[in-house]
């Protein structure tokens, strides 16, 4: 007896990712080649990215403004210089995946 093999889709996404299709969910990849996580996961929290005055960018979630370190995918807490532990993880075509810690103001 053979097992049915799950068939997994791969298409572009509109920022030049790559989406999975399986099962009719799709599915996005986060700084990991190996795990994808269900697109829904991401549709909530919207992030704007803005230029900050130093040629760099700024993200700006929940009225807090991020700034990011060694990481493309994982921004911290503009006020992390007064001890605020809040960091955002997303995929790298931008999307929100989770937010670590929490804010001290
Ligand atoms: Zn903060």
């Known amino acids: ?28 990849q986060t700084s990991s080649k190996i795990r994808w996580y269900c697109s829904k996961k991401f549709q909530t929290p919207f992030l704007q990215f803005m230029p900050s005055k130093r040629g760099g960018t700024i993200m700006i979630y929940n009225n807090n403004t991020y700034v990011q370190m060694n990481s493309k995918l994982r921004w911290y807490c503009s006020k992390k210089a007064g001890g ?22």
């Open 84 to 105: 605020c532990k809040s960091r955002v993880v997303v995929t790298e075509d931008g999307e929100f995946v989770t937010e670590l810690g929490g804010h001290n103001h």
């Open 1 to 28: 007896m053979f097992q049915e093999v799950p068939v997994l889709q791969f298409v572009p996404s509109k920022r030049g990712g790559k989406i999975l299709i399986y099962k009719n969910n799709s599915y996005v």
